[in-house]
């Protein structure tokens, strides 16, 4: 197996202000290419945990390695070459008068050169669908639009790996779903992505891992349709599965599925336009 | 920013002294301020700064008093020891430890800068005894009460400084945020000269004023909404204070202290100038 790009070695952190651990021995190793989901009740330890991979907070305990390197010893500007962390809310991180600046900031801070920073612009406001925008003031696009400017203002610092925290918060379907294929196109070029979200049936479409986050520990972690299927663990971390996986369970008690379940495939299963799956076997579309 | 946050936190901690009336509280923190300025005398000035670490005991906060002023005290102190002697006129009849041109350093300049030190630190633990046992907002929600009821002002005012102390929490998480934000797009804010970091510091300002103006206008429609009006003086108040015995005897505990005090300026012993 290739070398992770992310690995996380029994890591512990302690806010300074608390007694108790926010985190406590979580081990984990990313992949490149990965589309990664990290789910989990309120006050489970996903911001804490992805705040370590570009190091804003700093392992109590155990270590975190990116791209080989250490973070303890690593500040944030300097890892943001690595890592692009885009935060939840787009109104934290907006303060320049056009887009255009807003989207090379980052990039100026890292050195780029301008032909390279005028190159990234481009290819960023492609990507986010923000092309035309790049004189208009970022205070003046609608939420959605400013969310993929936050995106897009990271994007432009080529980071090989990609976070987004919450992307989809405050967002109507149309637009959380817009952004989501945004990222899966990012991913499809070679972008490790890494989301945390409460929007399950978004997970379910779009993340091909899943790790699920209790009271400060990795409880789960799998292939989206293998967590997924665990309702009833999934249940005692308070998150519920999507309706596809409960229905599916109840329909076809026992089954395994080799990719994530969308409705469309329940669909076919119902109406045997598919094959219905054996315990532990990959189900397949009939021709 | 946090300690200040955990500080106002210590405030709302359940202890004898904590439970006090909070107006109380702010009476005896009065009695103190006036206690340094009209005492220099060293002596008395240590034992009312003993005293109020007593108090701090039975507060149950001298541990998070200790965390702070250990670090203040020094600074304090060290800043007072260094500037004063310096600075204290010089006359003939003094013991110099060292003189060179306009510099001067005599026992009796150091003694006096050891009793303006303890002026400072009598203050500063006053003052972080008062923030450490009052819970801020609810001496701004009791003096509202007062203003209101007894002088017909506006509970607007009052508002005023208890948003200012609610929202210090939000503020503070707000920056803590948008700085990260900053960071992750490899904006070193920790490093360079002070003039360079001022100009970093311009792209979190934005966001942050732009956040506050936008909370500021959010919680203004609330309180419309919730029928809150400036001109009612009827309001009535969900907390209603009341002076106890245990507040009574609190504020003669800081009025005696003014009381030895004034004794002690009668006696001719308040001033650091018996020992020079």
Redesign the interface.
Known sequence: MAEPVLAVEHLFYRYPTRASYALEDVSLSIQGGEFLAIIGQNGSGKTTLIKHFNGLLKPTQGQVIVEGRDTASLPTSELARSVGYVFQNPDHQIFAETVRDEITFGPRNLGHSPERIQKSLQLVLDEMDLAGMEDDMPFQLSRGQRQRLAVASVLAMEPAILIIDEPTTGQDWKESTKLMELVRRLNEKGHTCIITTHNMNLVSLFARRVIVMRAGKLFLDGATQDVFSQVDSLLTAWIKPPEVYSMARQLFPGMHFDRPLTPADLGDLVAGRAQVPHPNTPFEVLP | M?FVL?MLETGKAKSPIHALDPRAKLLWWICLIVVPILVTNPFILAVFTVWIWVMARIARIERQMYQFLIVSYPVMLGFIMITWPFFYAATPDQHYLFRWAFLHVSTEGLIYAIAMGLRIILALTACTFFVMTTDLMDLAGALGEFLQNRLHVSYMYPLMVISSFKFLPEMSG?FV??T?????????I?SGSFSERLRKT???A??LI??ML?RAQRIAIALELKAFSTDNLQRTFYVQHRFTRSDLIFILGGLLMIVLSLLALWLGWAKVEIFL
């Open positions: 946090t955990s707000d945020t948008i990260d934000s900053f960071r992750s797009r490899a904006l070193d920790d311009v792209p979190v934005i966001p732009d956040g936008r």
